[in-house]
């Protein structure tokens, strides 16, 4: 199986700030490669698929990049709203999709 | 609208089974690749099993000969035959769209609510 690394595990930040999660794979997995938004008691929301591709309706303060191996997901301008937890994950293996470890974004 | 709603989930004892049900609206599962993906409480996600639209079958290791996804292409509803049922398989359980973007990057895109399986004594 393909193992995703997410880091940090968790992060403090303030309105406003820039926030960066990195998420690396245990081999190359192209740019098959997405990020997803969770808050507590709810489901898992899709930000960015392929990458760096953002989904239909979600703000454009989200965007992804990377390729390979190693992937970035950033918050250009956190905003109240964006204060949850948020996990990788890789579609390159289709049978065997596995999701990173989480980070939670908490309020400084 | 394009939802999901499962249900079925309940307290069940070790060795035991569930089914877990997941209704569709707004969209054809059997024209879809479809997912279950489930949480533990106060963990991660954990693919669980995928159906193709062909029909074909993929399952984690961990689930691997005792839990079985089937689909009823008349209700248009997804489900996940779960035997043999350990401690560490209780979780949350959610059933998921997986949208292929480009024919070629897949994404869970759409997400049931979830329902809650405790596996205990």
Do not use: H
Not at chain 2, 15 to 36: D, E, K, P
Not at chain 2, 61 to 83: E, H
């Amino acid at each position: 199986d393909i193992q995703m690394t997410q880091s940090p595990s968790s992060l403090s930040a303030s309105v406003g700030d820039r926030v960066t999660i990195t998420c690396r794979a245990s081999r190359s997995i192209s740019r098959y490669l997405n990020w997803y938004q969770q808050k507590p008691g709810k489901a898992p929301k899709l930000l960015i698929y392929a990458a760096s591709s953002l989904q239909s309706g979600v703000p454009s303060r989200f965007s992804g990049s990377g390729s390979g191996t190693d992937f970035t997901f950033t918050i250009s301008s956190l905003q109240p709203e964006d204060f949850a937890t948020y996990f990788c994950q890789q579609s390159y293996s289709t049978a065997q999709l596995t999701f990173g470890g989480g980070t939670k974004v908490e309020i400084k | 609208e394009v939802q999901l709603e499962e249900s079925g989930g309940g307290l069940v004892q070790p060795g035991g089974s569930l089914r877990l049900s997941c209704a569709a609206s707004g969209f054809t599962v059997s024209n879809n690749y479809m997912s279950w993906v489930r949480q533990a409480p106060g963990k991660g996600l954990e693919y669980i099993s995928l159906i193709y639209s062909g029909g074909t079958t993929y399952y984690a290791d961990s689930v691997t000969g005792r839990f079985t996804i089937s689909r009823d292409n008349s209700k248009n509803t997804l489900y996940l035959q779960m035997n043999s049922l350990r401690a560490e398989d209780t979780a949350v359980y959610y059933c998921a769209r997986d949208e292929w973007f480009g024919d070629l990057f897949g994404a869970f895109d759409i997400w049931g609510q979830g329902t809650m399986v405790t596996v205990s004594s």
